[in-house]
């Protein structure tokens, strides 16, 4: 039986752990203002995964659920936050923050990832290959007919497509791509 990581945080944030066949997956529920957003990261701490959960489900109850599905035998650990392993695109240091963790108190969940930098404080994005795929996948309704026989027909030219709109949207605002 494979072995999950259980750790708490002091925000009431719970994280797992555990090994994948293709690499090591990290979930982490946190609550957000009456619901819980749970996160999917990867390796490198960049996002795969977001998902809001209204309060009709404990962070226990997620956890549970996400150990019986992966079949864990679930063992305690030391929290430690997940770390984007890149450095911030203006000042090249770090460390970065997600947004949800710099700014805590506004239980604001920004719908791409973004992140703040402890040292400049600039803010600044990182799109995973993996996200990209999850926010086209689970939000095709938000597509017009068009879009989505393009989204059909070569799906890598329309999410680079995609890709490009979000890197103009996000320079209009001086948000910049981590790398």
Not at 95 to 106: C, K, M, N, Q, Y
Not at 137 to 164: I, W
């Amino acid at each position: 039986m494979p072995v999950g990581h259980l750790s708490r945080g002091g925000a009431g944030e719970v994280k797992l752990e555990y090994q994948l066949p293709d690499g090591k997956l990290c979930k982490l529920w946190e609550p957000m203002g009456g619901s819980i957003l749970e996160t999917t990261f990867d390796h490198q701490g960049g996002i795969i995964n977001q998902a809001v959960h209204r309060p009709e489900a404990s962070i226990e109850e997620l956890v549970s659920s996400e150990a019986k599905r992966q079949s864990l035998e679930l063992r305690e650990a030391r929290f430690e936050s997940v770390r984007l392993e890149k450095s911030c695109p203006k000042c090249n240091s770090g460390p970065l923050s997600r947004h949800v963790e710099a700014f805590r108190s506004t239980n604001e969940i920004p719908v791409m990832p973004t992140y703040h930098c402890k040292g400049c404080g600039a803010r600044s994005y990182y799109l995973t290959d993996g996200y990209l795929d999850n926010l086209v996948k689970g939000n095709r309704v938000m597509f017009t007919d068009d879009e989505l026989r393009q989204l059909d027909a070569d799906e890598r030219a329309f999410k680079e497509e995609l890709k490009a709109y979000i890197i103009r949207i996000f320079a209009s605002k001086r948000i910049m791509c981590i790398k």
